[in-house]
Structure formats: C-alpha cells, structure tokens
Nanobody
Framework: QVLLVESGGGLVQAGGSLRLSCAASGRSFSSYVMGWFRQAPGKEREFVAAISWSGTRTYYAESVKGRFTVYRDNAENTMYLQMNSLKPEDAAVYYC??????????????????WGQGTQVTVSS
C-alpha cells in the first residue's frame, strides 16, 4: 500500500509555470508506475502524464506534450510535474496516482489503485 500527498497547486497567470509534487509513503515506491491525472468541473478525470518505475520512460497526453514534464526521485519517494506555458484549459484538480500494473504506457485510470487527495490548479487568462 502507498499513501500519496500532492502539493504545489495554486493560482497562476496564463503562460506561467507551476511545479506539483507527489510525496509517497509506504514501501517500494519504485515498484509503481506513477501517473498524473486531472479533473475540471463537470468533466471526467483525464490522464495527463505517466512515468515508469525507474523514471527512464515518460508518456504524456497530447494536450500537454511539450509543456509538461514528469519526473521522479525514487530516493525521496517523490514524483513531480513541471507545468510550463499554462493555459486556462489546464485548470483542474490534479491527482497523482500509483499503479502496480506491469503494462506500459499506462494511461488507464482504473489501473491506478492508489490516489492522492488532489491539488487545485487555477489559471487566469
């Protein structure tokens, strides 16, 4: 089991940057594929990015490719999402999640068993 806590959300102007963090507690952080998802009001939760067990592979939704970067520090049990060139449509609650599935890339919401509580990102135009 792993407990996930996100931080780093906030209010930013369009074109600005934010870095989200996801701190994990529990055992074997490096045994999980980690992902970021987001949910805007009235919309389904959607995949944003995923990172492989060692961090050598990443996968992004088309909508964020080239603007967002996911990385992890297994020694610190932490994953990050660097978000640049933010747009109003990026505003959402962002969730980190952990998957014990061995498939890659993993963008399927239901394959992530552990979720954080979410952090709000607001982008003003």
């Amino acid at each position: 089991q792993v407990l996930l806590v996100e931080s780093g959300g906030g209010l930013v102007q369009a074109g600005g940057s934010l870095r989200l963090s996801c701190a994990a507690s529990g055992r074997s952080f490096s045994s999980y594929v980690m992902g970021w998802f987001r949910q805007a009001p009235g919309k389904e939760r959607e995949f944003v990015a995923a990172i492989s067990w060692s961090g050598t592979r990443t996968y992004y939704a088309e909508s964020v490719k080239g603007r967002f970067t996911v990385y992890r520090d297994n020694a610190e049990n932490t994953m990050y999402l660097q978000m640049n060139s933010l747009k109003p449509e990026d505003a959402a609650v962002y969730y980190c999640a952990a998957s014990s599935s061995r498939s890659w890339p993993n963008q399927i919401l239901n394959e992530y068993a552990y979720w954080g509580q979410g952090t709000q990102v607001t982008v003003s135009s």
